[in-house]
């Protein structure tokens, strides 16, 4: 009668191991997901500077000629 207990145990202990590496698993992948969010915001903040700066650079060039 041991070792069936010590195997349901252990199966259930396994289980139990299972589900609390899926929620870290999860709540990692949340996080990630944020942080792409942000960077990807910023990437789009710079890149809208960027064409208004080569906009005004345009414009300023062309008085040169």
């Not at 259930?12 to 969010?37: N, S």
């Amino acid at each position: 009668m041991f070792w069936p207990m010590l195997a349901i145990a252990l199966g259930f202990l396994g289980i139990a191991v299972l589900g609390v590496l899926g929620v870290k698993v999860f709540v990692e992948a949340r996080r990630l997901g944020r942080q792409v969010t942000v960077t990807a915001e910023r990437i789009n903040r710079a890149s809208e500077d960027l064409e208004r700066a080569a906009t005004r650079l345009a414009a300023t060039g062309e008085g040169l000629r």
